[in-house]
Nanobody
């Protein structure tokens, strides 16, 4: 499956932004989806994950309550709604997919087989 992330941009603290992950070349509902981010000089970190059917979601503590992950299997898209953005959310955001037969989700980047190209999110006043 090929993934393409989009929707990044420059916003001010407190603003909202919605990222999209368009999938092609596979049966999207066979894949769990995760969002990761990497800030300059830092390692890639887990943001959120959603199960194949969208029934199980997991968030990093730093974004829980502010970010919402979702997916639309009929449209082969995943989304990450980000509210109340903070300067420390500044990073390149990546969507990733892992083929699975279960409804489990994981925060481990090494478990994801497919990655999008990343989209830059900058939070600055």
């Amino acid at each position: 499956v090929q993934l393409q992330a989009s929707g990044g941009g420059l916003v001010q603290p407190g603003d909202s932004l919605s990222l999209s992950c368009a999938a092609s070349g596979g049966t999207f509902s066979n894949y769990a989806v995760g969002w990761f981010r990497q800030a300059p000089g830092k390692e890639r970190e887990f943001v959120a994950a959603i199960s194949r059917a969208g029934t199980v979601k997991n968030y990093a503590p730093s974004v829980k309550g502010r970010f919402t992950i979702s997916r639309d299997n009929a449209k082969n898209t995943g989304s990450l709604q980000m509210n109340n953005l903070k300067r420390e959310d500044t990073a390149v955001y990546y969507c990733a997919a892992r083929q699975t037969v279960t409804g489990a989700v994981t925060s481990t980047s090494g478990s994801y087989n497919y990655w999008g190209q990343g989209t830059q999110v900058t939070v600055s006043s």
